[in-house]
């Protein structure tokens, strides 16, 4: 059984850290893409990152957050740095076979599997 799990949000003052962790198991994680999307109250799912060939950022988090990957974990990381307010949101993650372009990862339609999220609140 294919299952995402995510988690390490919460809640943190403007300016602070966060580690985020999503768990990937029923597949040989290694050969799959992982990306990073959030969704905010009143807004659509938005793309955060992507790994897999290489990675790929939202111009709104470059140079702030960083995708990572441990294939013997199962597990990607998203570490968030100088986090804003306006970095509120859900944050989920999700699948794909293949590498592809940034309009091709940016897109959550090219994914196919999804966790239940993890909430990040941000505070001024």
């Known amino acids: 059984q294919v299952q995402l799990v995510e988690s390490g949000g919460g809640l943190v003052q403007a300016g602070g850290s966060l580690r985020l962790f999503c768990v990937l198991s029923?597949?040989?994680?290694?050969?799959?893409?992982m990306g990073w999307f959030r969704q905010a109250p009143g807004k659509e799912r938005e793309f955060v990152a992507a790994i897999g060939g290489s990675t790929y950022y939202a111009d709104s988090v470059k140079g702030r957050f960083t995708i990572t990957r441990d294939n013997a974990k199962n597990t990607v990381y998203l570490q968030m740095n100088s986090l804003k307010p306006e970095d509120t949101a859900v944050y989920h993650c999700?699948?794909?076979?293949?590498?592809?372009?940034?309009?091709?990862?940016?897109?959550?339609?090219?994914?196919?599997?999804w966790g239940q999220g993890t909430q990040v609140t941000v505070s001024t």
């Open positions: 999700a699948f794909r076979r293949f590498w592809s372009d940034y309009v091709v990862l940016s897109s959550y339609a090219s994914y196919s599997n």
């Open positions: 029923g597949l040989t994680f290694s050969t799959y893409v």
